[in-house]
């Protein structure tokens, strides 16, 4: 089954404690993305990722960092968690560019104190 | 910059009622791809439709429709007879090429309830 599958589903932790949320895809797509998504804001989008080791950042990726080391794994890292990182995150996976649909995982709700 | 603007919060109809949820979007590109997703209340996201700005045919699919219009820059989505599963947050996305990639932007969201 076609799938995009991220891990934890749900993490409460507190503030500085570096997590890491990860992601993996089995359609062997070349783009991958992380989006948060906060109430009336909508889906942000944090880092994307064209091609193995070809990230590059979106609209808001400050206290995150990614990396690409395999095509179907795009790990989400948060090195210094604080509080307004709490949100729902959502990775999601297309063929060639994010002008394909998107294929999302179930998403993550992290909530930091 | 790009942006979509998806006026409508909160849609609340009874069922069986037509309804539409309304997308405005701005780019400068010529060349860009216009999204639905939906996003039920067990909060997964699944893709609805796309289309790119070359094609501005509607297009129907069961009890859904889509309206494009380049005119107005509006991609509106239009539920028929709605149903209680038809209750959801609906996110309209564009996709336009810059810099190297197409960048997506998604609207805020409208949440539809349909009552029984």
């Known amino acids: 089954e076609a799938q995009v599958t991220q891990n934890p589903r749900y993490l409460i932790t507190v503030t500085g404690k570096k997590l890491t949320v990860t992601c993996s895809q089995n359609?062997?797509?070349?783009?991958m993305s992380w989006y948060r998504q906060d109430p009336g804001l909508g889906l942000r989008q944090i880092y994307y990722?064209?091609?193995?080791?070809?990230?590059d950042k979106g609209d808001v990726p400050e206290g995150y960092k990614v990396s690409r080391k395999e095509k179907r794994n795009f790990p989400l890292i948060l090195e210094s968690p604080s509080p307004n990182q709490t949100s729902l995150y959502f990775c999601?996976?297309?063929?060639?560019?994010?002008?394909?649909?998107?294929?999302f995982g179930d998403g993550t709700r992290l909530s930091i104190l | 910059a790009q942006k979509v603007t998806q006026a409508q919060t909160e849609i609340s109809v009874v069922e069986k009622e037509d309804v539409t949820l309304d997308c405005v979007y701005e780019?400068?590109?010529?060349?860009?791809?216009l999204f639905w997703y939906k996003q039920p209340p067990s909060g997964e996201l699944v893709f609805l439709i796309r289309?790119?700005?070359?094609?501005?045919q509607n297009e129907i699919s069961g009890r859904y429709s889509w309206n494009f219009q380049k005119s107005t820059s509006s991609f509106n989505f239009t539920i028929t007879a709605s149903q209680v599963v038809d209750s959801a947050v609906y996110f309209c996305?564009?996709?336009?090429?810059?810099?190297?990639?197409?960048?997506?932007?998604f609207g805020r969201g409208t949440s539809l309830i349909v009552h029984p």
């Open positions: 780019t400068r590109d010529t060349t860009y791809y």
């Open positions: 990722s064209m091609n193995v080791e070809v990230t």
């Open positions: 996305a564009l996709t336009s090429f810059s810099g190297g990639s197409y960048i997506p932007t």
């Open positions: 359609m062997n797509h070349e783009y």
């Open positions: 999601a996976s297309s063929r060639q560019d994010s002008n394909q649909p998107q294929h």
């Open positions: 289309r790119n700005s070359f094609d501005e």
